[in-house]
């Protein structure tokens, strides 16, 4: 356990440095790019806790990310901003460190409401199995963002401007890493062994005295809890919110993650997640080659070859681990 | 009253043309347990389909009853042509893997019809030819019925009922209900299963045809994205009525249809999308199986 706080604190810490050096050397264009790739991991990371490792099928994720995007981006707007506005601004540390503060609070209660909505969806829809699951949880994806739309305070159909700009790096991948770990801690432990049975079998698992239900909607609030948290880091990056980045093609974007990365790996997820987000990006020199933009039809072409060609994923049901391990075990023996 | 009456008119005629697609999603369904969720883009692609033989074929510039006609059945047969391919070579190579990797194909393939459909025609809505003058045919009161209507609910009709004579009175739809009951048992009676899905695309694809060219004469604004959240609204109309009966995806469509102009007539437009899922996770916390679906149990 000691080990894993430190390297927890190691990797925080280098992350730390990393804010200031990567925003000064790196353009704008790949920064941003990078900024995504982490947003995408703690997407595809925590959809793959219900996804992948319970084995449910959830296609609501981008819901969650939105509850958790409008709520902190409005608590920021309409508490924290004046709060922060009766100290001086002066750049100093302890401003910043105020702000800072004020930050991942607004983010963790984005990620609370996301969880609570989770929750809210979860318990009576776990009931249902399979493809069931799966719809229900896609109409309450679009009925928040149809209730969003409609909600004039957090700007509706205009979208919510003037958010303020308080994602940087660190907090990105400080989260990244933090739904990372999480989900290690989760597999390796009694709680990620009885969500394993749920997907091997839930009718084997619930014999052997699993409460399946309550495990399921376990993992599906930890699952919107991390969405939750995206949503308010992409919301506090973009400065500005619209209902109509949340549509249900946000989700099957967080499934795709998942599917290529292989179904319960998080190593996996986590390479997915950046081949998805690089991917539209590193095709972009094509479009100004061709003059029309092919890169949409190239990204769905891509991912049926990678469906049809290797459908247990990328990496399968292993970990980046072992399929190193094995490398490292024959060197030492040599 | 006389807005009621109107309000129910416009919505039988709406639930018709949801649920020629709503069939299309059942049927798949119900034999594969795929969500097919590029149905709703190859509905899509068949009201292109009739946009561009309409003009190249010169019916666009004069309406008459023969032209639309033809354009439809073509429209048709290139659906159905279409349909056949996607199942062919993006389905069937899976049919044995995971069912989360045919719905990811799925999204793939609906994806590719998006994106590809803005490149091909433009992003830009199109408006469709006009193959059938419009005309009202009765007006009492404030209560009016457009020829377009009547059209709507009698060929959907029509189209409904060949479905269910090719599905109950027909080898090939008792082959089709084998294979949706069991797979394997299915094949051991002698049914050639890939014929029989491959069969169940292209009638699922032809309906959505039929469905795409209706609304291009009742409501000609298209556009590549227009599939989209009309099928995502007649797969949930299927799942109203029950997910793998035909009769239950008719009658889930006929209360979508209804709901959604009463919906807009009396209360907000802006809940008009909302109300296709409220509907739907009522029905699923009330009774999971739809209106008209069977429960079976999980045998261990």
């Given amino acids: 356990m000691t080990k894993q706080i430190l390297t927890f604190l190691v990797i925080s810490s280098l992350l730390f440095l990393g804010n200031f050096i990567i925003p000064s050397v790196m353009n704008p264009y790949l920064f941003m790019i990078l900024i995504y790739c982490g947003i995408n991991i703690i997407m595809g990371v925590s959809l793959n806790i219900i996804n992948g490792i319970t084995g449910q099928f959830s296609i609501g994720h981008a819901g969650f990310m939105a509850v958790g995007g409008y709520v902190s981006a409005a608590m920021s707007f309409y508490f924290l901003m004046p709060l922060l506005s009766l100290f001086p601004s002066d750049n100093t540390v302890l401003s910043l460190l105020c702000q800072n503060v004020l930050f991942v609070f607004s983010l963790l209660l984005g990620g609370v409401g996301a969880a609570l909505f989770g929750y809210l969806v979860g318990l009576p829809s776990l009931h249902l199995r399979g493809d069931y699951l799966g719809i229900v949880t896609l109409g309450f994806g679009e009925i928040i963002r149809v209730i969003i739309l409609n909600l004039d305070f957090i700007g509706g159909a205009r979208g919510f401007t003037g958010i303020p700009a308080w994602s940087t790096f660190f907090w990105i991948y400080f989260f990244a890493v933090a739904v990372v770990m999480v989900s290690f801690r989760l597999l390796r432990s009694s709680h990620g062994r009885a969500l394993l049975s749920i997907r091997e079998d839930e009718i084997a698992a619930e014999s052997i005295g699993i409460p399946i239900t309550r495990y399921k909607v376990k993992a599906f609030v930890l699952s919107s809890f991390f969405a939750g948290i995206a949503g308010g880091l992409f919301a506090h990056f973009i400065g500005y919110l619209n209902p109509s980045s949340f549509t249900f093609i946000k989700s099957f974007e967080a499934i795709i993650i998942v599917v290529l990365g292989g179904m319960g790996s998080i190593s996996g997820a986590i390479v997915a997640a950046v081949i998805t987000t690089i991917l539209p990006e590193a095709l972009r020199p094509l479009q100004e080659f061709t003059k029309t933009d092919f890169r949409m039809v190239i990204y769905p072409l891509l991912l049926l070859t990678l469906m049809l060609t290797r459908p247990e994923g990328l990496f399968g049901n292993k970990e980046l681990s072992d399929i190193i391990s094995p490398f490292l075990k024959r060197k030492k023996s040599s | ?300």
């Fill in chain 2, 1 to 300: 009253m006389e807005e009621f009456v109107q309000h129910l008119i416009n919505g039988i005629s709406l639930g018709s043309i949801y649920g020629l697609v709503a069939i299309g999603y059942t049927m798949v369904y119900g034999i594969l347990k795929l969500i097919n969720f590029a149905h709703g883009d190859v509905y899509m692609m068949s009201t292109f389909f009739g946009f561009y033989f309409a003009r190249w074929l010169g019916f666009a510039y004069a309406p008459s009853v023969i032209g639309a006609l033809i354009v439809l059945f073509l429209a048709m047969a290139a659906c159905a042509l279409l349909g056949f391919t996607i199942e062919r070579f993006a389905y069937r190579p899976l049919r044995k893997m995971p069912r989360l990797n045919l719905l990811i194909t799925a999204i793939g393939v609906s994806l590719l019809l998006e994106n590809g459909g803005q490149i091909l025609f433009g992003a830009d809505p199109k408006f469709f030819p006009e193959l059938i003058a419009r005309a009202e045919l009765l007006h009492i009161g404030n209560i009016s019925i457009s020829n377009f209507q009547v059209i709507v609910i009698v060929v959907s009709l029509s189209f409904m009922a060949l479905l269910q004579y090719i599905i109950f009175h027909t080898k090939t739809g008792k082959a089709m209900q084998a294979v949706s009951f069991h797979h394997e048992n299915a094949s051991l009676m002698g049914i050639d299963i890939d014929r029989i899905i491959s069969f169940t695309f292209v009638l699922g694809s032809a309906l959505a045809a039929a469905a795409g060219i209706l609304v291009g004469l009742a409501y000609p604004r298209i556009d590549p994205l227009m599939g989209v959240l009309f099928g995502l609204k007649a797969f949930v109309a299927a799942v109203l009525g029950g997910i793998g009966s035909v009769p239950g995806a008719i009658v889930g469509a006929l209360i979508m249809g209804l709901s959604e102009e009463m919906v807009v007539g009396y209360f907000s437009s802006t809940y008009r999308d909302a109300l296709a899922f409220f509907l739907l996770i009522i029905i699923l916390l009330v009774k999971p199986t739809g209106l008209f679906g069977k429960t079976t149990s999980e045998k261990v």
